[in-house]
């Protein structure tokens, strides 16, 4: 926990002392950790799947002006999370891949030096497998970046084209091989519930990645999201039988290979889950800079949400005029037990009753009534000290978290 020591209000603009520090509707007694997250908004080729605020390289990238976008809009961020250190940081998109060497390092050294970064704070960078240099990446280690995670989504070279990816399985293997020689904690995301993939070709899948012991596994199923090319023309994808198989068959094979599966979608080896991750599935704080990024800041009597501009021309224009935020509002009382639940109720293991009263400023006795009829159905287990989903409850867990809907 981090107490709250908010900087004198005189070194505070007014601004930040009028909306955010008088007495509002919570009281929370300690603010919890803070990530940062940034975005890097383009990509060589957007996937019919992707519903990410990403957009088609159209010629040579404004690197240098986007990248003095995301100072200034730091800078004018900094107020809001004064005296706070910063415990993770993500950098994601898009395909921040794409930025030069001397982009990133110069990305980093400005957090650096405006950022009080935690001495061993989690630093992970997306990369795809498509946009890998050996000298680059050997690059992005030095400057810092301390954890890689990379976007193969399948190793079968027709599913791939299928999902619209610009890598082959010969590249996904390819880029495994540089990103182990420069860095100890990696991540494999990958998909399943492909067009077309039979059981036997995900657990293909998933066993080659695990052939290459990465720290960490991301498996998601493929879902089909509004306002996407698949959602339009939706390819031919296997039952839900075959898809509950899939998945029933990724718990036991990452077990047998001594991958913990602590949140619906993220397996580790001990030791080596996603801190950033985990601050945001334990309901903390992260500031997001990036057009369309999006941040959670609490403050002692309120907890914020904001959303940068997303068109990539709108944040620089915005960013540079020292207004890089196009939305901003405050969770509601009656909204924050279901955003609370909304995330850590994705931990297989689930959360300490204490962690929700610390991180939402409530009586915990607010969630009994919702709380007890979820246990009834059999979808939560609950003692005094811990609150965690059973195996029927992370099976239906989009049904167990719309019982905490406010009415």
Known sequence: MIPIHPAPLQAIPARVADNYLKPGLLNLTALPPLSLYVHFPWCVRKCPYCDFNSHEANGDLPEEAYLAALRADLEQSLPLIWGRKIVSVFIGGGTPSLLSARGLDTLLSDLRSLLPLEADAEITMEANPGTFEADKFRSFASSGVNRLSIGIQSFNTSHLKALGRIHDGEEAIRAIGIARENFSNLNLDLMYALPQQTLEQAEEDVQTAISFEPSHLSLYHLTMEPNTVFAKYPPDLPDDDTSAEMQQMLIETTAAAAYEHYEVSAYAIAGQRSRHNLNYWQFGDYLGIGAGAHSKLSFPHRIVRQARYRQPASYLQQAAAGNA???????????????????????????????????????????????????????????????????????????????????
């Open 325 to 407: 935020v196009a939305e901003e509002a405050e969770i509601s009382r009656e909204a924050l037990g279901f955003e609370f639940m909304l995330n850590a109720l994705r931990l297989t293991e689930g959360f300490e009753v204490r962690l929700f009263t610390e991180r939402t400023g409530l009586s915990f006795n607010l969630m009994d009534e919702t709380l007890n009829a979820a246990e009834a159905k059999g979808l939560l287990l609950r003692d005094h000290l811990r609150i965690a989903p059973t195996l029927l409850g992370q099976r239906f867990l989009n049904d167990l978290q719309q019982m905490f809907l406010p009415d």
